[in-house]
């Protein structure tokens, strides 16, 4: 059975930032007492970097010990990973390098590869290796981090797209309205697997796609690829900034406030 949402508004940016930073650890800190390692996924796009530059700052980058976690990709462009649009590009130089994570510890996905089907095979594999899940189960990780586009999609997944009915496959090539266009996903299956999911969205140009997913009037709102991430029995938060969260009634919110 679906968990309700979790809505959380900061007061600020730099409140949102250091919100998102004590999730993810809070999340690694469950992870690592229950099996002794954490496995997360990172959004794309540029959001993420708000969440990096907290992670690696003086107040965060001491407070979790990142070496018995795996870091995964929600969704990556197939383009090289030095190309400054790869998500894997902004997650190495903004976080990896900053907190001294190794190769060993990060599970690229293979965006440049000229066989696209073969790239999102092995992808699965490996996530079902480091999870140990053997199909047709869906791999479970213990953190994926979302994004949201102002059209409702979120990882790879666009409105309309045939795989967002894709339950069975772990990771699927699709094509993105914005550039650049070919792209690798995790499908719906294994993201409403996970024990938690945490939509990161920030800025006024998302105020409107976020009333309409949390607030959804009509069927299509709720056909939107972000309205159907609801996992399965993990937690689902949405960290929103006052600016994103502006169409929300505040009965339907919870106010971050902080003392620092
Ligand atoms: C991508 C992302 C995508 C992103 C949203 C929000 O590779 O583009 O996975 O889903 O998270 O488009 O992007 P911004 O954070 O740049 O607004």
Not at 29 to 36: C, Y
Not at 46 to 64: M, N
């Amino acid at each position: 059975m679906a968990s309700t949402p979790e809505i959380r508004v900061s007061s600020d940016r730099h409140s949102w930032a250091a919100t998102a930073a004590e999730l993810v650890h809070s999340v690694g800190r469950e992870a690592l007492r229950e099996k002794g390692q954490f496995f997360i996924a990172l959004s794309g796009g540029a959001t993420p970097a708000l969440l990096y530059e907290a992670l690696t700052s003086s107040v965060f980058a001491g407070r979790f010990d990142w070496s018995r976690s795996t870091f995964f990709f929600g969704d990556e462009r197939c383009i090289p990973p030095d190309d400054s649009r790869s998500n894997y590009a902004l997650a190495n130089q903004a976080l990896f390098i900053p907190l001294n994570i190794g190769p060993s510890q990060v599970c690229r996905m293979v965006g440049e590869s000229r066989d696209q089907q073969a790239a999102t095979a092995d992808y699965a594999q490996q996530l079902r290796r480091a999870t140990n899940t053997a199909a047709p189960a869906q791999p479970q990780l213990d953190l994926i981090l979302l994004g949201l586009g102002e059209d409702g999609h979120t990882a790879s997944l666009f409105p309309g797209s045939p795989i967002l009915r894709d339950r069975e496959n772990v990771i699927a090539v699709t094509q993105s309205p914005k550039g650049p266009p070919a792209r690798l996903t995790m499908t719906l299956g294994v993201i409403n697997r996970a024990s938690v999911v945490l939509f990161l969205v920030v800025g006024a140009s998302k105020a409107g796609v976020v009333s309409t997913i949390l607030n959804p009037k009509i069927e299509a709102d709720r056909q939107l690829p972000a309205s159907l991430v609801a996992p399965d029995e993990g937690r689902l938060i949405w960290l929103l900034d006052p600016a994103s969260a502006a169409g929300l009634s505040r009965d339907r919110v919870s106010m971050i406030v902080r003392e620092d």
